[in-house]
């Protein structure tokens, strides 16, 4: 017999237990058992889930004034170019029929405004809003700059559109007697964007910081005194921008604008009685949203039914297959004894 040359025995494998797949293996056996219990435990568990949520959500209180067509004369005057700045106040009474206890916030709610787009998501300058160079304004078309080549700050159409009503809640303790409702404007962000994503270019004065830019168009303030009240807030950690950045999913949504500061009269939440806010810088179709929430969020079904519906599903599986099972099982049964 002719012995095989050198260069062929190279090429097998060696004669080793891993590559001659000797190794000792496991194979996985689903038995019935097995498969119908975990069908039953993650049926009863989910469903179980989706109940005490759809349960938490309906203890939430919501209340939600759209004051689109009551201050629809605000936003005629706004419509032309020479009012734009102008400001418009109108005041919109409600009434709370009960009291809202605990931590309540602040939402505002816009219909059919499409943060989703593309281009619209594109438009800003995450080296600009991290304080790294407040003059990159590369991908920020079509709000780059000013007429005069001025870079714009914070740029980009996101930017640019950003919520701009002025909304204070007031409380009428009586006929003649009416208080502000204290709002506080800090804790809404998340924190990564806080302290990770948004930053000033540094501790200086922000005057000086943002000098030789520009405001967006649709500002009424530059930056740097966007809270005249505290300066904390000014530049890119002011937390109305950060909120406004986070473009929402879906065309009508809801974002944080404050939180019940629960001092003096408002201790225990919001009483009821009669309220009104006035509503200044008015454009679009929106909504304020009073709400209070629960260790699972707010008022939204979303995830309970999510839950409710994977357990169901999960459950008539079971009982389908604990059927087909038996009916097989019985079968078996009877052609032995035949």
């Known amino acids: 017999m002719e012995e ?36 039953f435990t993650t049926g009863i568990f989910c469903l ?17 004034i759209n004051y689109t067509r009551t201050c629809a004369n605000c936003a005629k005057l706004r419509e032309t170019a020479s009012n734009f700045d102008k400001e418009c106040t109108c005041s919109i009474p409600f009434y709370l029929s009960e009291k809202m ?16 787009l593309y281009r619209y998501i594109r438009s800003r300058s995450n080296r600009q809003l991290v304080g790294k160079d407040v003059k990159a304004v590369e991908n920020c078309y079509p709000f780059k700059t000013s007429n005069n080549d001025t870079p714009i700050v914070p740029c980009g159409a996101i930017a640019n559109s950003m919520f701009n ?26 924190w990564t964007d806080k302290y990770i994503k948004f930053q000033n270019p540094s501790l200086k004065n922000l005057a000086d910081e943002f000098r030789g830019t520009t405001k967006p168009p649709n500002w009424p303030n530059p930056i740097y005194e966007l809270d005249k009240k505290d300066p904390r807030n000014n530049g890119f950690l002011n937390e109305d921008l950060i909120v406004w950045m986070r473009t929402a999913a879906f065309p009508t ?25 006035p509503v200044t810088r008015f454009q679009g179709e929106k909504s304020v949203v009073l709400s209070t929430l629960t260790w699972c969020g707010g008022n939204s079904l979303f995830l309970g039914l999510a839950y409710t519906v ?27 004894h035949q």
């Open 4 to 39: 095989m040359p050198q260069h062929r025995l190279s090429r097998l494998p060696d004669n080793s237990a891993l590559k001659q797949q000797k190794l000792p293996a496991h194979r996985l056996h689903f038995t019935t058992t097995r498969v119908l219990f975990v069908f």
């Open 48 to 64: 179980c889930m989706g109940i005490i949520l759809m349960l938490s959500a309906r203890r939430t209180q919501e209340i939600e």
């Open 101 to 116: 206890k605990g931590k309540v916030y602040m939402y505002y709610k816009l219909h059919g405004f499409h943060q989703n």
């Open 165 to 190: 009503d002025t909304i204070i809640l007031s409380y009428n303790i009586n006929s003649s007697v009416q208080i502000k409702v204290p709002m506080l404007k800090t804790g809404l962000t998340w």
């Open 253 to 277: 949504f809801k974002k944080l604008y404050g939180r019940l500061n629960q001092t003096h009269h408002f201790i225990e939440g919001l009483p009821a009685g009669s309220y009104n806010f």
């Open 310 to 336: 994977t357990g169901a599903t999960a459950l008539l599986a079971a009982f389908a297959m604990k059927a087909i099972h038996m009916m097989l099982k019985n079968k078996q049964m009877s052609f032995f």
